[in-house]
């Protein structure tokens, strides 16, 4: 007898897990979930491994203290051989976790494995979406930069919206009055033990309950989930159409969570770490916070909704999206599974991918907010003051100055947050037009404190010129007959 | 002899057990849960707000806003730069005074001041204010967050200490003297 198997003997002969270790890894499982799209879960397990690996050697050397935690980010990109590096691959990690939780639910969703009997195992499974989120969170809090600061600044304000416990939840967020070294050493204490704790005691629930139950069938269109048929059928399934799970479907999970690696060290190496943005000092003011990726369709609706629906959406929004979530499998426990037959619940896809990709893509344009800088730097284009007339030219100059061009683009350069004037004169009138400037309204301020009425007149002369060629300024048609009948030329 | 509705002593013991460690929980779970709520107890009736100073009257000019920054008053060693804060000092004329909290009643960013058009504007979703806090336009539901003031010898202080929000702003704003006509 060999050395090795010798010493594999003493050990089995006290832990005797080899016969279990044996049975988990060749149960048999339905040849057709060895598939591509059976690899997400294993994957995210991957990641989470090495989210928990970088996450250790980060705090090796990270301070987790409101006056040093920035410095020790600095530290650990500049000075730590390879602290770049890890940085790298925790932040791309959290990223690639995201997205691969994300994928996983939406090919479990469609392929109906929340029905009986997983439907805990897919309960489990929302939970452990909520915690991956709350990672990504708290995570982007200890890179205790501008963004977090103010990033947190914005969760409290969302969180102060709680009917009675408003109050109170911010400050048990912050761990104090305002956001301080106290709210960051009590984000560490949530992204460190508490949070990943939860994490490690769902994913064994998940992964033992996946085991019990089995892996869910391929679904074949027309086969409905009944509860008092289905553990016979998936039964039979196994023993007819089975095969051991090692190593017949897990070289593909292999493979996969191997690539996912590589992907992620490639992002790492390729783009580096994130950040961090400025120094978390409250007193620079000049900076214009934007959350990660995966939170950022949520800055975009917090600037699209009606002022009246945010506070319902963003209070009683999670709270149903979450019940439904949880609902689902009570909902819709049997029945059919493939999505060839579900066109509600692939539509349901397609629309919450779509609503997401679309705000996260309006979020990179952020058209909403105001571009500070405009006024001091966006030049009118010259083509607009061609042929203008002093009066003319110095609305233009009063245009520039009283950062009109940071809400107003014109030559598509300037903010977006009110309409483009490179053609106003066609849509208002010279009456609209001073109206507008002073009263304000449809979302724009009213000026008529900050501008004398030589500001005004200029200004509205300059944005008078601002028609194509060709085509006439708007005019007030009974403007001019008024004028005609009491004698006087327009 | 054994009798189904009887107790055993070893049944018996057990449950005393339960009840001891529940009772020794329960013990230990006020101390626990005063310690986690420590932040929020303490909050309670403004304990967090004081007088802060912010500089002479004389170095705010009249009818101007200007960036004036101080130290929160209750600071830890751990806090850094975090405790350091900024607001909009706007001095109508003489004694007359608005202190704004930079943060947007949005959700909190720091607002910046334009002089030339008068205007406060965020970064974030795009709210804006006139120069006396008052809601321009955008998202915000009210006017900038205001911080109570009062002038003593020649010192303007402030009643701070908390982050304005926008859900529990009742307690921060209309506290202190206030000038009668913003």
Redesign the interface.
């Given at each position: 007898m060999r050395l090795t198997q010798k010493i594999g003997e003493w050990f089995d002969r006290r832990l005797q897990l080899a016969a279990p270790i044996r049975e988990i890894s060749e149960h048999p499982v339905p040849r057709n979930t060895a598939s591509w799209w059976y690899v997400f879960g294993s994957a995210a397990l991957v990641v989470f491994i090495l989210q928990i690996v970088t996450g250790i050697l980060l705090a090796l050397i990270y301070v987790p203290?409101?006056?040093?935690a920035w410095s020790s980010l600095q530290t650990l990109n500049h000075d730590v051989t390879l602290g770049w590096f890890i940085r790298a691959l925790h932040g791309w990690g959290s990223n690639f976790m995201v997205a691969i939780v994300l994928i996983h639910m939406v090919q479990v969703f469609l392929f109906g494995a929340y029905k009986f009997p997983r439907e805990l195992t897919w309960i489990v499974g929302v939970f452990l979406l909520l915690m991956t989120l709350g990672m990504a969170f708290t995570g982007q809090v200890l890179r205790f930069d501008q963004d977090a600061?103010?990033g947190l600044?914005?969760g409290?304000?969302?969180?102060?919206?709680?009917p009675i416990l408003?109050?109170?939840i911010?400050?048990?967020m912050?761990?104090?009055?305002?956001?301080?070294?106290?709210?960051?050493?009590r984000f560490f204490a949530l992204h460190v033990f508490v949070i990943p704790g939860m994490l490690i005691g769902f994913v064994c629930l998940h992964l033992l309950m996946v085991l019990k139950l089995g892996i869910n069938e391929w679904p074949m269109p027309g086969r409905l989930v009944r509860r008092a048929t289905y553990a016979n059928e998936y039964h039979e399934l196994t023993k007819k159409d089975g095969a051991p799970f090692v190593p017949y479907a897990v070289w593909k999970d292999l493979f996969f969570a191997a690539s996912i690696l590589l992907a992620v060290a490639a992002c790492a190496l390729y783009f580096g770490p994130f950040g961090p943005t400025g120094?978390?000092?409250?007193?620079i003011?000049?900076?214009?916070?934007k959350p990660d990726y995966f939170f950022l369709w949520l800055?975009a609706l917090?600037?699209l909704?009606p002022?009246?629906m945010?506070?319902p959406a963003l209070l009683i929004g999670p709270v149903i999206a979450i019940l439904v979530l949880l609902l689902l499998p009570f909902l819709s426990g049997e029945g059919e599974k493939s999505w060839r037959r579900r066109p509600i619940a692939v539509l349901t896809v397609l629309l919450i991918a779509v609503t997401l990709g679309t705000f996260t893509h309006l979020a990179g344009l952020a058209p909403?907010?105001?571009h500070?800088n405009a006024?001091s730097g966006d030049p009118v284009p010259m083509r607009l003051l061609h042929g203008t007339t002093a009066l003319e030219r110095r609305g233009a100059l009063v245009f520039q100055?009283?950062?009109?061009r940071?809400?107003h683009s014109l030559g598509e350069t300037g903010g977006q947050?009110g309409p483009a004037l490179d053609s106003v004169a066609v849509r208002l009138t010279q009456d609209q037009l001073v109206r507008q400037v002073i009263q304000?309204g449809g979302?724009?301020?009213?000026?008529g404190?900050?501008l004398s009425p030589a500001e005004t007149t200029a200004l509205v002369a300059f944005l008078e010129t601002l028609h194509p060629a060709g085509q006439a300024p708007a005019r007030d048609a009974s403007r001019d007959a008024a004028l005609r009948e009491s004698g006087n030329q327009p | 002899m054994p009798n189904e509705t009887m107790l055993s002593r070893r049944g018996l013991l057990m449950k005393l057990g339960i009840l001891f460690n529940g009772l020794v929980a329960t013990a230990l779970a006020v101390p626990i849960v005063g310690y986690v709520l420590s932040s929020v107890t303490r909050g309670r009736a403004n304990a967090y707000l004081a007088w802060v100073p912010l500089g002479r009257v004389d170095e705010f000019p009249e009818s101007e806003t200007r960036l004036a920054t101080f130290r929160n008053p209750n600071v830890m060693p751990t806090d850094g730069k975090t405790a350091d804060t900024a607001c909009w000092v706007r001095r109508i004329e003489g004694d007359q005074f608005q202190v704004f909290a930079v943060n947007c009643a949005h959700l909190g960013c720091p607002v910046r001041w334009f002089p030339q058009s008068g205007l406060f504007m965020c970064p974030c979703h795009g709210g804006a204010y006139y120069r006396d806090g008052s809601r321009a336009s955008g998202p915000p539901e009210r006017g900038l967050f205001e911080y109570g003031y009062q002038v003593k010898d020649g010192l303007i202080a402030i009643q701070a200490g908390e982050l304005p929000t926008p859900g529990a702003s009742a307690a921060l704003v209309r506290i202190g003297k206030m000038p009668p006509c913003a």
């Open positions: 203290s409101g006056a040093e600061y103010w600044g914005i409290a304000s969302i969180a102060s919206h709680v408003g109050p109170a911010v400050k048990l912050l761990g104090g009055p305002i956001i301080a070294g106290a709210t960051l050493s120094v978390p000092d409250p007193t003011i000049q900076t214009a916070p800055y917090l600037s909704l002022p009246a945010e506070t909403w907010s105001p500070m006024w100055v009283k950062q009109c940071n809400c947050r304000g979302n724009m301020p009213a000026y404190k900050n | -």
